[in-house]
Nanobody, 128 residues
Framework: QVHLVESGGGLVQAGASLRLSCAAS????????MGWFRQAPGKERSFVGA????????IYADSVKGRFTISRDNAKNTVYLQMNNLRPEDTAVYSC?????????????????????WGQGTQVTVSS
């Protein structure tokens, strides 16, 4: 059984940093593109970024480009989301997701429907 478990969320002030982790089990981790999505209260889920299954390529939403960085450690079956210079509008539940060896391009990796497995999410709250 596949499990994706996020951790690292919390309450921070604007300008602070957080690093989220997503630990995967039950799958061959380096066969999967890993994505991060977020959902703010009253809003639809939105794409944050993704990293290719070999970890060479990343794609980000424009709203986080230059502030957020995704990385992965395939030896630890873990993907990370480093979030710097956080803003109140970054407040959301952040979830990781796995896409099996999908072609790595913007339209695909930003589409939640392409992802097979999802974590439960971790809350990030940024106060002004």
């Amino acid at each position: 059984q596949v499990h994706l478990v996020e951790s690292g969320g919390g309450l921070v002030q604007a300008g602070a940093s957080l690093r989220l982790s997503c630990a995967a089990s039950g799958l061959t981790f380096d066969d999967y593109t890993m994505g991060w999505f977020r959902q703010a209260p009253g809003k639809e889920r939105s794409f944050v970024g993704a990293i290719s299954w070999v970890g060479i390529s990343t794609i980000y939403a424009d709203s986080v480009k230059g502030r957020f960085t995704i990385s992965r450690d395939n030896a630890k079956n873990t993907v990370y989301l480093q979030m710097n210079n956080l803003r109140p509008e970054d407040t959301a539940v952040y979830s990781c997701a796995a896409d099996y060896r999908g072609r790595f391009y913007q339209a695909r990796v930003s589409n939640a429907a392409e992802y097979v497995y999802w974590g439960q999410g971790t809350q990030v709250t940024v106060s002004s």
